[in-house]
C-alpha cells in the first residue's frame, strides 16, 4: 500500500519501510480530527465503498466491491471509533454482529478513554429488527438502538429486554440526524463512524451532520440497478468537501474527504 495523497514530499515516506502498513500506521493515518473541529463538538466519520460505476453493493451486499485491505481500513476505522451508526437496512441484509474487542487496539483505546470496542448503535423507525440476535444479546459494549419516541412500543420493550440501549432521537418514528448525533454525544460518544447504508447517509448528508467520507473506490464495474453510496433527497446546493488523503492498494483507493470545519467557512 502506498500514499499518494498527502504527497510524499509534503511530510511522510508513501509507505512504511518494507511498504507493508502495520496496523499503527492505518491507525495514524486516520486519527480522528478532535471532535470539537466540526463546531458541534461529534465528528461523524462514514466509511463506504463504491464501484467504478458508483454501484454501493451488488447483489445486495458490499462485500464484492471489497479487498482485503479494504477489510483492514474497514476494521482500524472501527478500532478508533467510539460508536459505529449503522441502519437497520444493513444490518438486516449484512447480517451485522458486535463489534469485537481486539488486542491490537486495547491500548490505544483506554488510553483514548474509549471502551473495549465500539458500541454500534442501529438507527430504525420500524424497528423489525431481530433482537433474539448476538448484536442485541451478546454485544462486547451494549448495543444502541436509535429511533423516534412514536416508534412501536412493543418492539422498543422487545429490543430492552434484549439488553439494548433505546435512544430516542425525534418525536415521529424517524430519528433526525442533528438529534441522533446530539444524543450520541451527551452518552460521551463524539468520534463517531457510519457504515451506511446508502438511505442513512443520504439522511445524514442532507441532514449536514457528516464531517467526513472514507470512500474506496474498487476497481470493479458492476453496471445493473445498485444505488450509489448515498441515497436520500436531492439537494438544492451541491455540499463541498476538500480531499484529506488518498491511500492506493492493487488498484483499490482508499480516498479521505472532510467538510471544510466552521473556521474555513
Ligand atoms: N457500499 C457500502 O459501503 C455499503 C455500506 C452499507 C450498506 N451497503 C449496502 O446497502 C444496502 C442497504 O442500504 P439501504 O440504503 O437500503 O439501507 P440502510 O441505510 O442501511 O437502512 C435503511 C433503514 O435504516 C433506517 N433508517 C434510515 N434513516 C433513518 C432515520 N432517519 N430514522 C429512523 N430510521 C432510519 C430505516 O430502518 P427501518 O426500515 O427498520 O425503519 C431504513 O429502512 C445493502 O445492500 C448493503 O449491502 C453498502
Known amino acids: ?21 502495520s496496523i499503527d500506521d492505518l ?23 463504491s464501484s467504478l ?41 449484512e447480517g451485522y454482529g458486535p463489534a469485537r474487542e481486539r488486542d491490537v487496539f ?17 438507527v430504525s423507525a420500524g424497528l423489525d429488527l431481530d433482537f433474539s440476535a448476538p448484536l442485541f444479546t ?11 419516541a412514536a416508534a412501536p412500543s412493543d418492539r422498543i420493550e422487545a429490543a430492552r429486554h434484549a439488553g439494548a440501549e433505546v435512544v430516542f432521537a425525534g418525536e415521529g418514528t424517524a430519528a433526525e440526524p442533528a438529534r441522533l448525533v446530539a444524543a450520541l454525544a451527551e452518552r460521551g460518544l463524539r468520534r463517531l463512524l457510519t457504515e451506511g447504508g446508502p438511505r442513512l447517509l443520504g439522511e445524514l448528508v442532507s441532514g449536514e451532520v457528516l464531517d467526513e467520507l472514507c470512500l474506496t473506490v474498487a476497481p470493479r464495474v458492476t453496471s445493473g440497478e445498485a444505488v450509489r453510496i448515498v441515497n436520500g433527497p436531492g439537494m438544492q446546493v451541491p455540499v463541498d468537501f476538500r480531499l484529506a488523503g488518498v491511500l492506493e492498494e492493487d488498484g483499490f483507493l482508499f480516498t479521505r474527504y472532510q467538510r471544510p470545519g466552521p473556521a474555513a467557512e
Do not use: C, K
Open 1 to 21: 500500500m502506498r500514499r499518494l495523497f498527502p504527497l510524499p514530499a509534503d511530510e511522510r515516506p508513501a509507505a512504511p519501510e518494507g511498504g507493508r502498513w
Open 53 to 93: 460505476d458508483g454501484a454501493a453493493h451488488h447483489e445486495g451486499r458490499s462485500q464484492p466491491l471489497s479487498s482485503a485491505a479494504d477489510m483492514r481500513i474497514f476494521g482500524v476505522l472501527r478500532g478508533l471509533a467510539d460508536a459505529v451508526v449503522v441502519g437497520a437496512q444493513t444490518v438486516r441484509q
Open 106 to 122: 486495547v491500548r490505544r483505546r483506554a488510553a483514548a478513554g474509549q471502551g473495549p470496542a465500539p458500541a454500534i448503535a442501529v
Open 27 to 49: 491507525a495514524e493515518a486516520y486519527a480522528y480530527p478532535e471532535p470539537a473541529a466540526s463546531g458541534r463538538g461529534v465528528w461523524l466519520r462514514a466509511n463506504m465503498v
Open 138 to 148: 451478546r454485544p462486547v459494549v451494549p448495543t444502541l438502538l436509535v429511533t423516534g
